[in-house]
């Protein structure tokens, strides 16, 4: 039941009531005496109240300064969109500014953006008419070492631009080059030999460096610093591209014990590299390349921190990659900084263009922000990149390289030496052939080492390929090589059946999570189409040449609108010896008798084991000290030969002892 007030009550409430009142309406009247800019109150006197005159404190949507917000709260960010254009983005609609945007001659304003951009010539003008013209707004400017960066470029470009000299290049490398490889070398001398060339795989990155390395060659010595697993493709390459550099002027730093004395030219990896750091750094290098620069994506490093104290000193460094960041930007900055003297610090870098957060602890740089200018300006500082699909039309249809796998990780004992012996002994075609079979699978197991750590690094550069193997040994050695690095991947032997068959390569035709294929050469070289990848890799041989040619056209085919890239692991001391020039013999005498085959190795980049080996020819010849071996008269021979016999001799001979093996189930 509720409770009834009191008439005495109900008074004392409505004089506490009317208290409060009045005092609220002294508030008011001493609140507007003292801000004039207040309302004003007016009392009434029916009902001795002070009331609010709201009229003129009422939102009004319609007024200016409403509608165009305050300028008092305006921020501009200025950021590049292109080598000499720079755009200026506000985060409100001020016409003050927009006034002040007009006046400047190079205005342009992007509808689609909504975004006014001018020429960096207008940069330090428009800047401070923004900041004298009082319109209350904070501007972000550009890095200053960036927009330097920038202003050089505009320089250079506004100067007449004559081609660059390449006389002092080795007349070799230069009758070797394609058009886009002679813009590359053009493009590093015009950087004062400090660039990054980021061309895509198989562009031929290696010709172009040593062609900028050429033209300084007065400020050698040089250092050549690469992944172990083809750090020997370099002397080879210089070898057949620089014949006019003495075999002696190249040396390998090949182990820690090892010594460096007045080498003009050093190959090295980086892992002996930051091990042996004090011993480089009593060497002053003018010129560095760093192979697969990708590897020094973190500053924090031993690797990093050892090319870091030896690029201190070089006049000319080079980068050479094909994947400058594998995942984020913040991989860049220690490539650039490599490069370019006085760059951005890191944090700077990490605001800029990594859209730096704030952590618990510190700033996180995982992200990317302002890409459109980061993009620019790695062009015009010290990056040049080309894709396939750009130059394609320079290229052949397909490409073969020849990467001769490191000795150190081949395993050459007591039988694989035997047998190498037992096929100098031999005189009969049968008895060579017998023996070549058996030193054959032996080198499958010899190379293992080798072939896992090529296909490792290979699968760190995630290039969708087609591996292919012979035995079964290096098909299951490269698959854990695919499962240890969860690397998706399809497999294609004799075991496999027809349904699975079609079932692996529509999941490699259609996922692009998948990135390898592992074919047996026998059961996988016919039949298939893999067009999806552009890169085959054999990690072993076959002396079949057109068996090699069908298993090479599983992706080049129709369907293919890229270069297809091929690359053969060769390893010396095995049975590769015997078996490369094998191909090379057949080849000669199928096309002496007209059945030409799409294989050819007299252009083919080689990536040589052995410094002690100038040349190709000299590796399919298998030179040695005694010019009159009888092996090397028979090769010879071979290569001249063009009589049905020879043809019986060297085809029909050796497939009936080869056939007669159930390939698909050798260990």
């Known amino acids: ?18 208290q409060r009142r009045q005092e609220a309406q002294l508030k008011a009247q001493i609140l507007s005496k003292d801000s004039p800019a207040r309302q004003q109150t007016h009392l009434s006197d029916s009902t001795n109240v002070v009331r609010l005159n709201k009229s003129n404190v009422r939102f009004n949507p319609i007024e200016p300064r409403n509608f165009f917000s305050q300028a008092s709260n305006v921020t501009g960010k200025c950021y590049m ?8 983005e506000l985060s409100a609609f001020v016409p003050e500014i927009v006034e002040i945007f007009k ?9 689609k953006t909504r975004i006014w951009n001018f020429h960096l010539n207008d940069y330090d003008g428009l800047l401070q008419k923004l900041t004298s013209n009082n319109c209350n707004i904070t501007v972000t400017r550009i890095p200053e070492a960036v927009f330097q960066i920038f202003k050089r470029n505009l320089k250079l470009d506004n100067q007449v631009k004559s081609e660059q000299d390449l006389s002092k290049i080795d007349k070799k490398l230069l009758d070797t080059l394609m058009p886009f490889q002679r813009d590359g070398i053009c493009y590093g001398i015009s950087k004062n030999g400090r660039c990054m060339i980021a061309d895509d795989m198989g562009l031929g990155k290696t010709i172009q460096a040593l062609g900028i390395a050429h033209y300084f060659k007065d400020s050698w010595p040089l250092l050549i610093v690469a992944p172990s697993s083809v750090k020997f493709q370099w002397s080879e390459a210089i070898y057949e591209f620089l014949p006019s550099i003495p075999t002696h002027y190249i040396h390998h730093f090949a182990s820690t014990k090892d010594r460096i004395e007045d080498d003009k030219i050093t190959i090295t990896s980086y892992d002996l590299l930051a091990r042996n750091v004090h011993v480089f750094e009593r060497h002053i290098y003018g010129f560095v390349i760093l192979d697969e620069s990708h590897v020094l994506k973190s500053t924090k490093t031993a690797r990093f921190q050892a090319a870091q104290r030896i690029c201190a000193h070089a006049r000319h460094i080079v980068l050479l990659t094909g ?17 370019t003297t006085r760059f951005l610090s890191y944090d700077d870098y990490g605001m800029r263009y990594c859209g730096g957060q704030r952590d618990v602890y510190s700033w996180e740089y995982t992200g990317c922000s302002n890409m459109q200018e980061l993009q620019s300006l790695l062009k015009v500082n010290c990056m040049i990149r080309r894709m396939k699909t750009d130059v394609l039309h320079q290229l052949p249809s397909k490409m073969r390289q020849v990467i001769i796998l490191d000795s150190d990780l081949i395993k050459t004992g007591k039988q694989m030496k035997e047998m190498s012996r037992k096929m100098e002994k031999t005189a009969t075609a049968l008895e060579r052939h017998t023996t070549l079979l058996q030193y054959y699978t032996e080198s499958s197991f010899a190379r293992l080492k080798a072939v896992r750590k090529y296909v490792a690094n290979l699968f760190e550069n995630k290039k969708k390929c087609l591996l292919y193997a012979h035995h079964q040994n290096v098909l299951a050695a490269i698959c854990e090589v695919a499962k240890s690095m969860n690397v998706r991947y399809i497999r294609i032997d004799g075991k496999t059946s027809p349904e699975q068959r079609k079932l692996q390569v529509d999941l490699f035709q259609e996922r692009d999570d998948y990135m390898a294929a592992v074919l047996s050469i026998t059961a996988a070289n016919a039949g298939i189409t893999l067009t999806a990848a552009h890169l085959v890799v054999f990690a072993e041989l076959f002396w079949n040449p057109g068996i090699l040619c069908q298993a090479e056209d599983r992706v080049h085919r129709i369907g293919q609108n890229d270069t297809v890239v091929i690359q053969y692991l060769v390893a010396r001391n095995t049975a590769d010896d015997y078996i490369w020039p094998l191909i090379n013999k057949k080849m000669n005498v199928l096309n002496s008798v007209g059945l030409k085959q799409d294989f050819s190795i007299s252009n083919i980049d080689v990536a040589m084991l052995e410094e002690t080996q100038p040349s190709l020819t000299s590796f399919l010849n298998r030179c040695s000290a005694s010019e009159g071996s009888q092996r090397d008269k028979d090769l010879q021979e071979a290569q001249e030969a063009s009589t049905s016999s020879d043809f019986k001799e060297l085809l029909d001979v050796d497939e009936e002892c080869f056939d007669s093996c159930a390939w698909d189930n050798i260990a």
């Open 1 to 18: 039941m509720d409770k009834k007030c009191t008439p005495e009550e109900i008074e004392k409430k409505r004089l506490l009531a009317l």
């Open 81 to 88: 969109i292109s080598q000499d254009r720079f755009a200026v």
């Open 103 to 111: 006046t400047v001659p190079s205005r342009v304003y992007d509808l």
């Open 323 to 339: 994947t400058p960041a594998l995942s984020r930007p913040s991989e860049l900055y220690s490539q650039i900084s490599l490069i």
